[in-house]
């Protein structure tokens, strides 16, 4: 074999194997993406999950109150104004996450729907007589747990969303995420309404 042949031959060897190599460190990147994607659509279910709870608990709230302080119309109207805006299907729609703008909407309607139930709790310590009302103390138990678990829930999403949200902008890694359509992820914050939401007292004794 003449000296030219080898070193073409060598030539393709180093190709070769760098090539591997290359072909190694794509589909690993792609791979650990897809995992850490994937990851942030579970996380998301599980806020949805806790979400919807909540909402399923408000029609039950609104009537037991309603039995009670039926002339706080005003207060009842909201809440449930605000149910209906955080359950839009245009908000609750496919693709929310690839949808900042979207993502903000349906954050902000339930930041809303969180401060209507807070003014409701708030109406509600001046009824003892609804207070003390058993099937009311469950209902504000299992709203009271919903709300801890929204917290715990987000608070994981935003941990998820963060891991991947680094991996994406980590260079050389976010060549190939553009390259991929793997794109930065929103973040719950917290909103105006929120930092607003009085405070709940679930005590069923009277002031």
């Known amino acids: 074999m003449g000296k030219g042949m080898k070193i073409f031959l060598g030539i393709v060897a180093v190709l070769l194997v760098l090539g591997f190599i290359a072909y190694k460190s794509v589909t690993g990147t792609y791979n650990s993406l897809v995992v850490l994607d994937e990851g ?62 979207l993502f903000q909407q349906f954050e902000q309607a339930q930041g809303q729907l969180s401060s209507a139930l807070g003014r409701l709790m708030v109406v509600v310590e001046k009824y003892p007589d609804l207070k003390a009302n058993v099937n009311f103390v469950r209902l504000q138990d299992e709203l009271a747990g919903t709300e801890n678990r929204i917290t715990v829930e987000r608070r994981r999403f935003n941990q998820t969303v963060q891991g991947y ?39 069923t004794g009277s002031n």
């Open 40 to 101: 942030i659509n579970g996380a998301w279910s599980q806020v949805q999950n806790v979400y919807q709870r909540r909402s399923d608990l408000i029609p039950n709230l609104v009537s037991t109150v309603k039995g009670y302080a039926s002339h706080e119309k005003e207060t009842l109207e909201a809440v449930v104004q605000a149910r209906a805006s955080a359950t839009r299907p245009q908000i609750n729609a496919a693709g929310i996450l690839q949808n900042p703008q």
């Open 165 to 203: 949200n680094q991996k994406v902008r980590t260079f050389p890694t976010l060549l190939f995420a553009n390259m991929f359509g793997f794109q930065q992820r929103p973040y719950f914050e917290a909103s105006p309404e929120a930092q607003t939401v009085p405070k709940v007292d679930f005590s």
